[in-house]
């Protein structure tokens, strides 16, 4: 095969979303070339890809940025992988270790570097981590964005440790890969969410308690009553907007809320007087290092955390699987990119 299929855009919106022949590239020096197996999908990317999300995108762009694969060729002086490993993408190539680094020095696959969403992709070997042993290649690409996003929230900045309450709004994918994190770590998880469906499903991953958001739209109130007036020692805020008070509100003096997600609104206030007397922090997560997921991995093979996927889709149905994405998921949504 000297030629591949690749989805770019030509310009903003996924309705432009096309496939385009290209020729095979070979790996330069320092550089693998991997065939795709599967591509998760976040909701980073249909935001990227309906609007640009605020970066300065060059057109045509490939969209996603979570890639599962196998190395078939290897460029002069690689020696970090070899021909048939299995690899994961790095989300932020250049951030190997240590304090994050500013966004301008520290480019994130998808945008504003170019996405996966292509049956071959070559580039430096570094920006790269050995797949988990347990997994398949569709789950273990959810690892990169969500299940990371999930970890530097509870565990590598959070502390995450037995008997803790945590708290985890909504059921997509970083939702649920706190939700089984923290439960294989032994503590108690309170998941809210506006579906008594999705809510029965957490609690069948091990969720302790589901507050119904639509029902209970204070949802705060219960989470004190469930812990006898404590709070929550982690919130996982995915919302934003007014919801972010209702966090502070619920969470236990000197507590935590990872902010994560934006879905309700990109902007919040807060009461200065209630912040101070909570002693709570409030810290924004955005994915995390190269050794940060491969310590992940390490983990999700020895306890055996088994990704949530709703659906799975063809690389022919990309456009299918970000519309998929754009209605809601619990869990993650994947395309499957065998050739």
């Given at each position: 095969?000297?030629?591949?299929?690749?989805?770019?855009?030509?310009?903003?919106?996924?309705?432009?979303?096309?496939?385009?022949?290209?020729?095979?590239?070979?790996?330069?020096?320092?550089?693998?070339?991997?065939?795709?197996?599967?591509?998760?999908?976040?909701?980073?990317?249909?935001?990227?890809?309906?609007?640009?999300?605020?970066?300065?995108?060059?057109?045509?762009?490939?969209?996603?940025?979570?890639?599962?694969?196998?190395?078939?060729?290897?460029?002069?002086?690689?020696?970090?992988?070899?021909v048939g490993q299995r690899v994961l993408s790095a989300f932020i190539p250049g951030w190997i270790d240590g304090a994050p680094?500013?966004?301008?020095?520290?480019?994130?696959?998808?945008?504003?570097?170019?996405?996966?969403?292509?049956?071959?992709?070559?580039?430096?070997?570094?920006?790269?981590?050995?797949?988990?042993?347990?997994?398949?290649?569709?789950?273990?690409?959810?690892?990169?964005?969500?299940?990371?996003?999930?970890?530097?929230?509870?565990?590598?900045?959070?502390?995450?440790?037995?008997?803790?309450?945590?708290?985890?709004?909504?059921?997509?994918?970083?939702?649920?890969?706190?939700?089984?994190?923290?439960?294989?770590?032994?503590?108690?998880?309170?998941?809210?969410?506006?579906?008594?469906?999705?809510?029965?499903?957490?609690?069948?991953?091990?969720?302790?308690?589901?507050?119904?958001?639509?029902?209970?739209?204070?949802?705060?109130?219960?989470?004190?009553?469930?812990?006898?007036?404590?709070?929550?020692?982690?919130?996982?805020?995915?919302?934003?907007?007014?919801?972010?008070?209702?966090?502070?509100?619920?969470?236990?003096?000197?507590?935590?809320?990872?902010?994560?997600?934006?879905?309700?609104?990109?902007?919040?206030?807060?009461?200065?007087?209630?912040?101070?007397?909570?002693?709570?922090?409030?810290?924004?997560?955005?994915?995390?290092?190269?050794?940060?997921?491969?310590?992940?991995?390490?983990?999700?093979?020895?306890?055996?955390?088994?990704?949530?996927?709703?659906?799975?889709?063809?690389?022919?149905?990309?456009?299918?699987?970000?519309?998929?994405?754009?209605?809601?998921?619990?869990?993650?949504?994947?395309?499957?990119?065998?050739?």
């Open positions: 095969m000297d030629t591949f299929q690749q989805w770019e855009l030509p310009g903003a919106g996924l309705a432009r979303l096309a496939q385009r022949t290209l020729p095979l590239p070979a790996p330069q020096a320092g550089e693998i070339l991997i065939r795709t197996e599967a591509v998760a999908l976040n909701y980073r990317d249909a935001e990227i890809a309906e609007h640009g999300m605020g970066y300065a995108l060059s057109y045509p762009h490939t969209p996603a940025s979570d890639l599962a694969g196998r190395v078939v060729a290897v460029g002069p002086g690689v020696t970090r992988f070899a680094l500013p966004w301008s020095q520290a480019p994130s696959r998808g945008a504003p570097l170019p996405g996966v969403l292509a049956q071959y992709v070559a580039g430096p070997a570094d920006g790269y981590v050995s797949a988990p042993s347990a997994l398949s290649a569709v789950e273990a690409s959810t690892l990169p964005v969500a299940g990371l996003t999930a970890w530097m929230a509870l565990v590598e900045q959070g502390r995450l440790h037995a008997g803790q309450t945590v708290v985890v709004q909504g059921t997509g994918g970083v939702s649920l890969f706190a939700l089984q994190l923290a439960v294989a770590h032994g503590a108690n998880v309170i998941v809210v969410s506006g579906s008594d469906d999705k809510l029965a499903r957490a609690l069948a991953l091990g969720a302790r308690h589901g507050i119904n958001r639509r029902q209970m739209p204070d949802w705060q109130r219960q989470v004190l009553a469930l812990t006898a007036g404590r709070g929550a020692d982690h919130i996982l805020e995915m919302a934003g907007g007014d919801n972010v008070e209702r966090s502070l509100q619920a969470v236990a003096q000197g507590g935590r809320i990872s902010l994560i997600g934006l879905l309700e609104a990109d902007r919040f206030t807060l009461p200065v007087v209630p912040l101070i007397g909570s002693r709570a922090s409030i810290t924004g997560i955005a994915v995390g290092s190269r050794r940060a997921l491969e310590d992940l991995v390490r983990t999700v093979d020895l306890l055996d955390i088994r990704p949530v996927i709703e659906a799975v889709y063809p690389f022919e149905h990309a456009p299918q699987a970000f519309a998929h994405l754009q209605r809601g998921a619990f869990g993650k949504v994947v395309i499957e990119a065998g050739t």
